[in-house]
């Protein structure tokens, strides 16, 4: 009897100290629109503070952040932010010559895409998503820096966010993809 009351107790406080892990951009399926064949760089992907924790945050108030409970990140989010960036650029534009930077390659690099996320965070209703990013062509030394702003609707569930967080940064990154392109 005794253990099996020992037996139910480890169960009761292993289950409910359960941990939920999230990630963005396991599915992506993008549609290339051109090819490039130019060395392209990604500089590490610049996140605010609270996405830098391990765990997943919501904003409560215009003053008010708080962790979700029991949810946390599976990957770094900078770590994966900078990923996603460099998979959607080499499948959109059919190049595998897109690299993080600073990397062992050769110094035929034409552009590099530095990305600087002010603001990335759910709430009950909304994920806002705001952002620089700089594309400089290094031949010329030239570059130009553009604002990005979304809001994508949410509910106040863990799942709703993270499809409305992945679809502002998907939305972000085809923004920065055009750019690319449109601009050779």
């Not at 963005?24 to 609270?50: F, M, W």
């Not at 108030?61 to 994966?80: G, S």
């Amino acid at each position: 009897m005794p253990k099996l009351l020992l037996l139910l107790l480890i169960l009761l406080f292993t289950a409910c100290g359960s941990k939920k892990f999230y990630t963005l951009g396991e599915q992506l399926n993008i549609e290339s629109k051109t090819t490039h064949t130019e060395q392209i760089d990604v500089v590490k992907v610049i996140v605010p503070k609270y996405l830098k924790e391990h765990k997943v945050v919501r904003q409560v108030t215009p003053y008010q952040i708080e962790l979700v409970d029991k949810a946390h990140w599976l990957i770094p989010m900078e770590k994966k932010l900078t990923q996603m960036l460099i998979d959607y650029l080499q499948q959109s534009m059919k190049n595998p010559n897109i690299h993080l930077y600073p990397w062992a390659g050769d110094n035929k690099t034409s552009k590099r895409i530095a990305l600087d996320i002010k603001r990335f965070i759910a709430s009950n209703k909304k994920v806002s998503l705001r952002a620089n990013y700089t594309i400089t062509k290094l031949g010329t030394n030239s570059s130009k820096t553009s604002y990005f702003e979304t809001e994508v609707k949410t509910k106040e569930n863990i799942e709703s966010m993270m499809q409305a967080m992945e679809e502002a940064y998907l939305e972000l990154l085809e923004e920065i993809s055009s750019t690319i392109i449109n601009n050779k």
